[in-house]
């Protein structure tokens, strides 16, 4: 369901749905620039920032922030220098090199793993949180005692 928020960028009101906070029109601008970005990169693949940025009139801060959603990938030897943002490999794209990636990754699946293990020690009792669980798995922290 859309609520309402204002636009990161002009400040105006909108019904936001998902993906950034910009208006549509905020948003049709943002991908009119990445689209000269892209366009640039193409015909000239080992182009500097300031290069970029001169002949597009695009922002640094943009760039970097298309880098790291992974719409752009700097070529092997561009002088963009782009580092994961947990051991400061070099990386083309993102926020984290694939090794620290699956590091993550594997951190989250055993996070999950536990928490199932957890929630299904407890059952359907009252756990040490004082929430109860339902026949659906939801919780309640004030239900009735009739039905514990």
């Known amino acids: 369901m859309p609520e309402i928020r204002n636009c990161k960028i002009c400040r105006r009101i909108f019904q936001y749905v998902n993906g950034p906070v910009y208006?549509?029109?905020?948003?049709?601008?943002d991908e009119e620039e990445f689209e000269k970005v892209?366009?640039?990169l193409r015909d000239f693949p080992g182009?500097?920032?300031?290069e970029v940025t001169d002949n597009t009139g695009v922002s640094p801060h943009?760039?970097?922030r298309w880098l790291r959603e992974e719409r752009?990938?700097?070529s092997e030897n561009s002088p963009i220098a782009l580092n994961c943002e947990n051991c400061g490999v070099r990386i083309r794209s993102g926020r984290f090199c694939i090794e620290c990636s699956k590091s993550l990754a594997r951190e989250m699946m055993n996070a999950g793993r536990e928490l199932r293990m957890r929630l299904g020690e407890t059952g359907?009792?009252?756990s040490d949180t004082g929430f109860s669980?339902?026949?659906f798995g939801l919780y309640y922290k004030h239900r009735d005692e009739k039905n514990k």
Request: net charge positive.
């Open 133 to 135: 669980k339902d026949d």
């Open 47 to 50: 182009a500097t920032m300031r």
């Open 72 to 74: 752009l990938e700097v």
């Open 62 to 64: 943009k760039i970097s």
């Open 38 to 40: 892209r366009l640039f």
């Open 23 to 29: 208006c549509p029109a905020c948003k049709k601008i």
């Open 124 to 126: 359907s009792k009252r």
